[in-house]
């Protein structure tokens, strides 16, 4: 990655300021290091985009490593699809963590150590209330906990108890080992959470070797302190787990003990984010999987065709704050259009078709030639065909036309872009009265770059041969949800249906031909070659912006 598109760099936000205070102050003893810390139970989203922009690019600018860790305490929801699938988009990020690529689940055998140490040191115990009850004696806000009957077991006896649930004697749920804090904290998280669940799940990774799974506040702060990771970079909901995060690392033998930062997440206008209401999207077929391009997912926004840079350009524009708040959509358009403007080369394509007959052009066509892109010659040009029959939009014609209409209407004339002035002397319509083609007739001297000052076209349409254009599937998104904060209400009724329209489209032949994914079509957006359903014979765009603020389908 190259500087320009990291417009983090030297950024000033609190975590920035954060480190280089320490690197000042010699805290850094050896190099800044930061996780990205996944659990591999679904897809990655745009949220997650900003945590790995921030802890990835916190070590590239610091000169420092990350660590990529998969959280994976939890066999009942995790997947080795999903492991897969989050290597993937990190690595597409533009992201790389060398020979750093953890598990939680490498540490199983230290973590089980460190909580027979704990056990020997009288701060953990076995309990053997429910869930439930566990769940209604730790209290409220206002009420503390009440404590267990089993948290003044011996030593021995909780040893004991301890490798016996490690060794399978127990069922699920019979016993759990919770820390021996306080269960009159006004930190509920601290009133004897805890530490290990029995679980007969086979795990992933670790397969049979293990019913006993440790949770994650017990896990996190561990590996953080066993990777020697300098700054631990977390979302705000990890405010309140803080005390327990450092209780975990000072009454273990560990000799390192990371701090835990917290950030605000990132939420969007007009989507979910948390992977469990994207699981129900998916799982209730609202959409057409993780990868569907309405997705916030890094999937969905890769098939989409937003790019990489655009997504780390974002990332960088948002920033880091302790503010949560929804960010507009506009916002990640900007980033999007932004990178595309420059890169994407230009090429015509009419959505909805309506067939122009050019009742004077006789002959079978001609080669016109247009650049790739306006400001960048070095792109070069392509041939475009033009013939006797055209396209143009459908909405590029009105009769009668509204007030300060710029386009095309009986009688009128306009601007075909690299092409010629024309004028509509007639409309033909169908028997219900709709229109199906219009008669045109064409100024030959009009020709793109000749001199035509006599004539005085309303504006200029694009437009593509009939004869060469090639029919296309064109996909047009809109937001998935119209509520601004769909998460708030019962967000699965609420899904937009127009948020995914398909066209049957006209393209320019060398846009189809060119081995180029993304394009600008003309006054209608960018737009990339599906890179599942797209084939030669059959093409298939998706619109992945429009050119104007705001969704337009
Ligand atoms: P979700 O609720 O979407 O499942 P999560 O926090 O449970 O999110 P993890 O896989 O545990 O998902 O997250 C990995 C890392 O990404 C964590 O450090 C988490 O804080 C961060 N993260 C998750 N969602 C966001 C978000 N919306 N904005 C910023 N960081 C996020
Ligand atoms: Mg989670």
């Not at 199983?108 to 869930?131: H, M, N, P, T």
């Not at 948290?151 to 021996?180: I, P, Q, T």
């Not at 405010?239 to 835990?260: A, C, G, K, M, T």
């Not at 019962?490 to 937009?496: H, K, P």
Request: glycine share 8%.
């Amino acid at each position: 990655m190259n500087d320009t598109d990291s417009g983090a760099k030297g950024g000033s936000d609190f975590i920035r300021s954060r480190i280089r205070r320490d690197l000042d102050d010699g805290k850094v003893e050896t190099c800044v290091t930061t996780r990205f810390p996944p659990e591999p139970n679904g897809y990655l989203h745009i949220g997650h985009a900003k945590s790995i922009c921030l802890n990835f690019g916190v070590a590239q600018e610091f000169g420092g490593v990350c660590y990529l860790r998969f959280d994976d305490t939890n066999p009942l929801k995790e997947d080795e699809e999903y492991v897969a699938a989050i290597i993937e988009d990190v690595h597409w990020l533009g992201f790389d963590w060398g020979d750093r690529l953890t598990h939680a689940s490498d540490y199983f055998e230290q973590l089980y150590g460190f909580a027979e140490d704990l056990i020997r040191d009288g701060k953990a115990y076995v309990c053997s209330l429910s869930a439930e009850e566990i769940r209604s004696t730790r209290g409220t806000l206002t009420a503390p906990g009440v404590a267990s009957p089993y948290r003044g077991r011996s030593v021995a006896e909780n040893l004991d108890l301890f490798r016996r649930m490690r060794k399978g004697e127990f069922r699920d749920g019979e016993h759990v080992l919770r820390a021996k804090i306080d269960m009159a904290s006004p930190n509920v998280n601290m009133r004897d959470p805890v530490l290990y669940r029995i679980r007969h799940t086979p795990h992933q990774r670790t397969g049979d070797a293990w019913c006993i799974y440790p949770t994650y506040d017990y896990t996190h702060c561990i590996c953080d302190a066993l990777e020697g990771i300098t700054h631990s970079l977390c979302t705000l909901e990890f405010e309140d787990h803080r005390p327990l995060y450092d209780w975990v690392l000072d009454s273990i033998n560990v000799n390192f003990h990371p701090p835990q930062i917290e950030f605000s997440r990132l939420g969007l206008e007009h989507t979910v984010m948390s992977k469990r209401l994207l699981h129900q999207l998916v799982a209730e077929g609202h959409v057409d999987g993780w990868d569907d391009p309405r997705m916030p997912t890094i999937a969905g926004l890769r098939r989409r065709g937003v790019t990489p840079a655009a997504i780390r350009d974002f990332c960088s524009r948002i920033g880091v704050t302790k503010q949560d708040n929804l960010i507009e959509l506009a916002s990640l358009d900007f980033s999007v259009r932004q990178d595309l403007e420059a890169s994407a080369p230009r090429g015509m394509a009419v959505l909805e078709p309506l067939k122009v007959i050019i009742t004077n052009y006789d002959g079978e066509g001609e080669m016109l030639s247009a650049a790739w892109h306006p400001q960048h010659p070095e792109m070069g040009s392509r041939e475009l065909p033009f013939g006797p029959e055209i396209f143009i939009e459908r909405d590029d014609f009105a009769d009668p036309p509204p007030p300060k209409y710029r386009r095309l209407s009986e009688g009128e004339m306009v601007r075909l872009r690299y092409a010629y002035i024309i004028r509509c002397d007639e409309v033909v319509t169908d028997a219900e009265g709709n229109v199906v083609a219009l008669h045109c007739t064409y100024f030959q001297n009009s020709k793109s770059g000749a001199d035509s000052s006599g004539l005085k076209p309303k504006g200029v349409i694009h437009w593509v041969s009939a004869q060469h254009g090639v029919k296309a599937s064109v996909r047009l998104f809109d937001v998935l949800f119209k509520e601004r904060d769909p998460a708030r209400i019962e967000f699965t009724s609420a899904v937009n249906p127009g948020s995914k329209r398909e066209l049957a489209a006209v393209v320019e032949p060398e846009v189809v031909h060119a081995d180029v994914p993304r394009f600008q079509f003309e006054r209608q957006g960018y737009f990339f070659k599906d890179p599942v359903d797209h084939k030669p014979g059959t093409p298939v765009f998706n619109r992945i912006v429009g050119l104007k603020e705001g969704f337009k389908a």
